[in-house]
């Protein structure tokens, strides 16, 4: 990983040597965060880093500071002004990722949300693909851990704490030499990757867990949907999948800021399909990424160009 200069922090944009918290900092110690991935696309032909759906992600750790109850000073679209800052101040010309934080930040002891004050970090950093296997034939494991319930944690939001879950899945899908696990939820049905939503095609149709099986209301996963139906007239069901249907699946795929959209060519050693990208995944993720740097007029609208274009002088 390359190091960011820069972060935000405490208000205002400063060196990345003094973006520090106490060792007493509440976040550090009950992991009361939230934070969010996100991504900006270089667009070469145009000279322009195209920021993905900035307003959808900040409205969600917005969100997931909201199950904190951290309320933010900043409303979205402030917050996406200062995230330009920031990338302009690195003055990145390549792909970069991008994490945001809201953090309890008082620095002191006692387990509880109320009467905790809360803060807001970012940083970004150039990154290419987040699975260090081949995004077209990934090797996934069901997990022997279970996805973490609403009750519990909320999954619909991206608190730090509840990334232990994830990171106990993540580490014993690669011990055990796959690249990535699905895990179950309560119910014993599919929920998702460690941190990517999941889809399975059957039948031609493309199918993914509802809303309700304790996943991330995953921003990439809105966006395939939509790109499934609008662009390749796909048709996407949004119900319950069990194991074993995903044996029998045609195709399947993970989707998420850091896989963007990945091939899962096997799962439980068995191959999915023909146990090689299937065309579906192909055409989607040639789709996707002409989506994220700007280059479908449609859904230009998703992106938010960092670099103020000079207006053209007669
Ligand atoms: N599920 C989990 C648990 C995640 O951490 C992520 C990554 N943010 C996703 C799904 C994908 O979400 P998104 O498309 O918004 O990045």
Redesign the pocket.
């Known amino acids: 990983m390359s190091m960011p200069k820069y972060a935000f922090f405490q208000g205002k944009i400063v060196p990345i040597e003094q973006a520090k918290v106490s060792v007493m900092n509440h976040a550090l110690n009950y992991g009361t965060a939230a934070f969010g991935?996100m991504r900006a696309y270089w667009n070469d032909d145009e000279k322009q880093l195209f920021l993905f759906r900035p307003i959808d992600?900040f409205n969600?750790l917005r969100n997931s500071g909201k199950l904190l109850m951290i309320d933010l000073p900043w409303n979205s679209e402030q917050l996406r002004d200062i995230l330009c800052d920031l990338l302009r101040t690195e003055d990145f010309h390549e792909n970069v990722y991008i994490r945001p934080l809201i953090y309890k930040s008082m620095e002191g002891i006692g387990v509880k949300l109320h009467d905790v004050p809360g803060d807001f970090t970012m940083f970004a950093f150039p990154f290419g693909n987040y699975i260090t296997a081949d995004n077209t034939a990934v090797k996934v494991g069901f997990s022997s851990w279970t996805r973490i319930n609403d009750n519990m944690i909320p999954?619909r939001g991206?608190i730090a704490g509840a990334?232990v879950n994830?990171a106990l899945i993540k580490t014993e899908a690669e011990l055990n030499g796959f690249d990535e696990a699905l895990v179950l939820n309560e119910s014993g049905h599919v929920s998702?990757?460690?941190?990517?939503?999941f889809f399975i095609v059957r039948n031609g149709k493309a199918i993914t867990p509802p809303l309700s099986a304790d996943?991330?209301?995953?921003?990439?996963?809105t966006s395939v949907i939509a790109l499934l139906r609008e662009v390749m007239g796909v048709e996407v069901v949004e119900r319950e999948i069990d194991r074993t249907e995903v044996y029998l699946a045609e195709e399947a795929f993970f989707?998420?800021?850091?896989v963007q959209v990945a091939a899962v060519t096997s799962v439980d050693h068995r191959p999915i399909g023909t146990g090689k990208m299937g065309p579906m995944v192909e055409k989607l993720r040639e789709v996707f990424f002409k989506v994220v740097t700007g280059k479908i007029p449609e859904y230009r609208h998703w992106t938010h160009p960092v670099y103020v274009t000079e207006p053209v002088k007669a």
């Open positions: 991935g992600h969600r999954a991206k990334y994830s998702e990757a460690s941190s990517a939503n996943i991330l209301e995953g921003i990439t996963r989707c998420g800021t850091g």
